[in-house]
């Protein structure tokens, strides 16, 4: 969205408020899931929502909603300023992951690629933690991938590698109330119970 002029392009001093108005403008989600994910967040970081800005580099600060084993990202162990970059590797392997109809992204796909990534990055970052939120998180980020762009890859391949909207971008979702949290989280739960990082192990051995 800053790269579009949604939010200011210096990505500096955002109010939470604003952000809440141009997350529904944007994506359409319903206003009590743009009110939360804001409000979360100014909590986590010791802000006022209603008073409060924030830079988008704050949502970068390590285990706050930033955590190990991003799908799209490299750790911050491995890579200080990786959450700056896409890491196209890992971008492309979850693209070509995609097996639905169409040649879509699943939640299956989501679940696999979420359980390579954390056994992945356990072994390779010393200082790998997660948590039941932080796997949370993760799955919110992946049901973001079916919930808005529908799991279409050319949607995807532009928002996650080149971080700027489709051309002629409208929400998927053109429901008046927009993608309500309940809606969004039965697609968030139906990829975390997929996960399965045993069989990941296996996978990973496998490639060995």
């Known amino acids: 969205m800053a790269n579009h002029g949604i939010l200011p392009r210096d990505s500096k001093n955002i109010r939470f408020t604003e952000l809440t108005a141009r997350l529904h403008e944007t994506y359409n989600f319903a206003n009590t899931f743009c009110f939360f994910v804001p409000y979360y967040f100014a909590n986590l970081i010791d802000r006022d929502y209603h008073t409060g800005t924030l830079d988008l580099a704050d949502v970068a600060r390590h285990n706050a909603i930033e ?26 392997r979850l693209l070509a992951s995609a097996s639905g109809p169409g040649g879509k992204l699943t939640a299956h796909d989501l679940a696999a690629q979420m359980s390579l990534r954390m056994e992945e990055s356990r072994a390779a970052n010393s200082g790998f933690s997660t948590s039941m939120i932080h796997r949370g998180f993760g799955c919110a980020n992946s049901a973001t991938m079916i919930t808005v762009f529908g799991g279409e890859i050319p949607l995807l391949r532009t928002w996650l590698l080149e971080e700027r909207l489709p051309d002629g971008w409208e929400p998927r979702n053109r429901d008046r109330l927009g993608t309500s949290m309940a809606a969004f989280n039965r697609v968030l739960l139906g990829i975390y119970t997929k996960m399965d990082e045993r069989k990941a192990m296996e996978e990973i051995k496998k490639g060995m």
């Open 67 to 92: 955590h190990d084993a991003s799908l799209c990202r490299a750790d911050i162990a491995l890579q200080p300023d990786g959450q700056a970059h896409p890491d196209h590797p890992l971008i492309e």
